[in-house]
């Protein structure tokens, strides 16, 4: 019997507050601004919107979070 094991390398992203949050970077959709700053949390700076149609509001900037998605061998842009 062959077995056959998939690993992903988890994005690390920190929520408004601070805590520490891994995203598997293939459920990825989407990375936005917010466009209003009182719908979401004091210090979100990044909306990361998933495949399950969930989103992860962020404290890193997109920028830096795209940086982290391009250094990451699983991430494949939309």
Excluded at 24 to 38: A, D
Aim: proline share 8%.
């Amino acid at each position: 019997m062959k077995w056959l094991i998939a690993a992903y390398a988890l994005v690390e992203l920190h929520g408004p507050t601070g805590q520490r949050i891994f995203v598997n970077p293939t459920m990825i959709t989407t990375i936005r601004e917010p466009l209003e700053t009182g719908h979401f949390a004091k210090g979100t700076h990044c909306l990361v919107y998933l495949s399950n149609r969930n989103f992860i509001a962020v404290r890193e900037h997109c920028d830096i979070v795209r940086i982290k998605l391009q250094d990451n061998p699983w991430y494949a842009p939309p």
